[in-house]
């Protein structure tokens, strides 16, 4: 099991731009950890939300696939910002705490690792691996090779375009 917090002060906002501005993160690293490298894996999608004065305020989203399940939660109107995913296997734990921190709980130990103060936040987040693999599959596509998309890429669209919509249907509302 995998729980996903991403939380914001006072952020509340259209519901299309808060889950593909934002929670996109969310569900793409859930969709990761449920082993959906592939559009093989079939995922079922539920959503929770809740509205201020129109705009959306908090998501919960659960993922379930055949053997895992993953809960993303944020609030766009909490009292912090933060990013915490705790990951729950048989024998251990593994907690991320702002992509900074990460610690592995196993059988009463606890070991935990720090990104060093002076990473830059495109490295610590990814972003800079992730803009490099973009550019290198812009490169093989302008070199002829079929550089296609990942097929996790495209599954993390569908599953956001699922939750948009059944918010905008009304859905489950807190």
Same mark, same amino acid.
């Given at each position: 099991? &995998? ?23 969310? =569900? ?22 809740? +509205? $201020?004065?129109?705009?959306? $305020? ?45 610690? *592995? ?5 606890? *070991? ?10 495109? =490295? &610590? ?5 992730? =803009? ?7 490169? &093989? ?16 669209? +569908? ?16």
């Amino acid at each position: 099991m &995998a729980i996903l917090q991403k939380n914001r002060v006072n952020l509340p906002g259209s519901v299309r731009s808060v889950i593909f501005d934002d929670f996109i993160h969310v =569900v793409d690293t859930l969709l990761f950890l449920l082993g959906c490298e592939s559009c093989e894996v079939q995922v079922q999608v539920q959503v929770r939300h809740r +509205r $201020s004065n129109g705009q959306l $305020s908090m998501v919960v989203v659960t993922l379930t696939s055949l053997h895992r399940t993953a809960i993303g939660v944020m609030n766009r109107d909490g009292g912090i910002t933060e990013e915490i995913l705790e990951v729950m296997l048989r024998q251990d734990k593994f907690r991320v705490a702002d992509l900074r921190e990460t610690t *592995h709980y196993s059988r009463g130990q606890q *070991h935990t690792q720090r990104i060093g103060d002076w990473t830059s936040v495109g =490295v &610590a987040r990814g972003f800079e691996s992730m =803009v490099n693999a973009f550019l290198g599959r812009v490169s &093989a596509s302008r070199d002829g090779q079929d550089a296609g998309n990942h097929p996790l890429d495209l599954m993390t669209h +569908r599953v956001c375009e699922d939750i948009v919509s059944q918010i905008e249907a009304g859905g489950t509302e807190e």
